[in-house]
């Protein structure tokens, strides 16, 4: 597909073929959502809770401390693209790990409760990182 495609390149396709194409890839993402909130069980995490309290501590607190760290410690920088960085790496657990986690057999209940508990905190968590930021 993708050498069909690269050979048709300098062919300007159709605008209906271009609509439609828009059209089936603009629902990609609400479809991928609906399907991994349909299978995300929420219950209490049992024997769960500990990897969960683990996965939540380094996404939302210690992955951008440590991008702190290296960005500012490291390579001293501490302008926009450095905060940036740390923002984008205190950001909850994606939706796309739950959906890769599940297809790979791996813990779907635990996945599913990283991203809903994850984003949950995050409302909380981003704030403190955008104060933080501005001591950077």
């Known amino acids: ?15 209906w073929v271009l609509s439609a194409i828009s059209r089936v890839g603009g629902t ?16 209490a995490p049992g024997r769960a809770w500990r990897p969960l309290a683990l996965g939540l501590a380094y996404k939302l607190a210690l992955a951008p401390a440590l991008m702190w760290l290296v960005a500012a410690g490291l390579w001293r920088n501490t302008g926009p693209v450095a905060q ?17 986690a599940t297809e790979h ?11 809903a508990a994850g984003t949950a905190l995050s409302f909380l968590s ?11």
Request: no cysteine; hydrophobic share 60%; net charge positive.
């Open 105 to 115: 057999g791996l813990d779907p209940d635990l996945a599913g409760l990283l991203v």
């Open 1 to 15: 597909g993708m050498l069909l495609g690269l050979a048709l390149r300098p062919i300007a396709p159709p605008d």
């Open 126 to 136: 981003l704030p403190l990182w955008r104060l933080a930021l501005n001591w950077m």
């Open 28 to 43: 990609t993402v609400p479809l991928s959502l609906l399907a991994v909130g349909m299978g995300i069980r929420l219950r």
């Open 84 to 100: 940036v960085t740390v923002f984008g790496a205190a950001m909850p657990p994606m939706i796309l790990g739950a959906i890769l």
